[in-house]
């Protein structure tokens, strides 16, 4: 069965300080991985998408990597600001399955002043 | 800019009662997707249409069914509201990989 693991579930960081969110998967066969962002309340917003054969990339403050051999990626957050605190998302499509995508339950990120 | 809009941002309900959800996209997309989110169970899809008139159940399908009669408007009915449908409920649309999502409907069933 197709899953997404996230973690931790929560973090609470200063102002100004970095940070990792790690996401494990066993979809299969891989297509693409994503990181969303999500405010409360709001919809989940795209962050990066990344294919087999990228290992980084980046988005401004945020940082994801990929190693599809261990099936594992990384959000790193650096310098974080107030408006960092959200959900942070992982998401992993199957290359067979069309648009169907496999979500992680999210890691909860709170950035304290 | 992709824009996805829901009818309701909070939205309270009794059981028994008939629930309309709607979602409009403005991108011609032919895809779009009926998510529910709920605390530590992430989002799981309900339902699906790749084009108009089509449909395909998701994952947790059971309670729901969509409606898909023009191409930039898909809804979500709840025949008759649960207390176990109270949640946040995620419309997007998509025309190859990418999913752009609305805004979210918080669906409380009293």
């Known amino acids: 069965k197709n899953q997404v693991e996230q973690s931790p579930q929560s973090l609470i960081i200063l102002e100004g300080k970095n940070c990792t969110l790690q996401?494990?998967?066993?979809?299969?066969?891989?297509?693409?991985l994503r990181w969303y962002k999500q405010d409360t309340g709001r919809g989940p917003v795209s962050l990066t998408i990344?294919?087999?054969?990228?290992n980084t990339k980046s988005n401004g403050r945020y940082t994801a990597t990929l190693d599809a051999d261990t099936k594992q990626s990384s959000l790193h957050i650096t310098a974080s600001q107030l408006s960092d605190s959200a959900s942070y998302i992982c998401?992993?499509?199957?290359?067979?399955?069309?648009?169907?995508?496999?979500f992680g339950g999210g890691t909860r990120l709170m950035v304290k002043p | 800019d992709v824009k996805v809009t829901q009818s309701s941002r909070y939205l309270v309900k009794r059981t028994g009662e008939k629930v309309f959800l709607e979602c409009v996209q403005d991108?011609?997309?032919?895809?779009m997707f009926w998510y529910r989110q709920d605390p530590g169970l992430g989002l799981r899809l309900i339902y699906f249409?790749?084009?108009?008139?089509?449909?395909e159940k998701g994952d947790i399908p059971e309670g729901y069914s969509v409606s898909r009669e023009k191409k930039e408007r898909f809804s979500l009915i709840l025949e008759s509201a649960s207390t176990n449908q109270t949640s946040m409920y995620l419309c997007?649309?998509?025309?190859?990989?990418?999913?752009?999502f609305g805004p979210g409907t918080r669906l409380t069933v009293t």
């Open positions: 990344m294919t087999f054969s990228e």
């Open positions: 991108m011609d997309h032919e895809n």
């Open positions: 996401c494990n998967y066993t979809v299969s066969p891989f297509s693409n």
């Open positions: 249409s790749y084009d108009v008139k089509m449909k």
């Open positions: 998401v992993v499509s199957a290359r067979d399955a069309g648009n169907m995508l496999t």
């Open positions: 997007a649309s998509s025309l190859t990989r990418e999913q752009y």
